[in-house]
């Protein structure tokens, strides 16, 4: 955050203990990414008691794909999304009107774009899942993309906490960029037989000329059961 500053602003607090409380909370939040898999497990223990024996065997990719999906959100809020956000606030910063940010203020806004961009990153995982389960295919998420690309906007102009569209631009790239990546992981993961049956439903698929049936006349039928009698 202060790399992105204007020279000469400095982050202010103004309560006592507001600096100290900085530090452990900073010191929680790399606990928790830090034990992301270990808590995603604990998560997967939770729920597992509620599946069917073939879903169980899922615990791994579950605990990986969330695991890396958390860490993946912190990490863009920290080196991207956060930093790009501070740097636009700083511009309005002019001699006659000082920026001050206060430490809680920033801090704040730093742990709720946190934790919104962890919980986005979840997206490709929960599509694998859904995907395995039959409950999703990559048709429907792709017949659907309009819908998909209006919602995503919505959902980046509220987490943005200001109505520029180059900040809710920021926040929605990387969603759409994961709703293209989930189209591709239901398709790869999908059943084989809905996939099928995707490319079946598809009106560009040339569609094979019906077979004709040929009708026997009655001399005809007679003649085949004398022949069985005999």
């Known amino acids: ?12 607090y103004t309560q006592p203990g507001e600096a100290f409380s900085l530090y ?15 808590i995603m497990f604990q998560v997967w223990m939770f729920i597992a008691p509620g599946l069917y024996s073939n879903e169980k065997r899922f615990a791994i990719p579950f605990v990986v794909l969330t695991s890396i999906g958390f860490m993946s959100g912190a990490a863009f809020n920290h080196y991207i999304a956060f930093p790009f956000m501070m740097a636009f606030f700083a511009t309005f910063n002019t001699p ?9 203020d920033v801090f704040g806004l730093y742990t709720k774009l946190l934790i919104g ?3 986005t990153f979840q997206m490709p995982t929960v599509v694998f899942f859904l995907a395995k389960m039959k409950v999703l295919t990559a048709r429907f998420l792709l017949k659907n993309l309009k819908y998909a690309v209006l919602i995503i906007f919505i959902a980046a102009a509220i987490i943005t906490p200001t109505g520029d569209m180059m900040i809710q631009a920021i926040f929605a790239a990387p969603m759409l960029g994961l709703y293209l990546l989930s189209i591709a992981i239901a398709w790869i993961v999908g059943p084989k037989r809905l996939r099928g049956a ?8 040339p569609t094979e000329p ?10 005809d039928l007679y003649d085949e059961m004398d022949k069985d009698l005999r």
């Open 117 to 119: 961009m962890a919980i």
């Open 210 to 219: 019906p077979k004709q049936t040929v009708t026997k006349r009655p001399r």
């Open 24 to 38: 452990v909370q900073i010191a929680l939040i790399m606990g928790v990414v830090f034990a992301a898999p270990f």
């Open 1 to 12: 955050t202060r790399q992105v500053l204007p020279p000469g602003v400095k982050l202010i």
């Open 96 to 104: 006659e009107l000082a920026f001050m940010p206060k430490l809680a």
């Open 198 to 205: 995707d490319d079946e439903d598809d009106p560009k698929r």
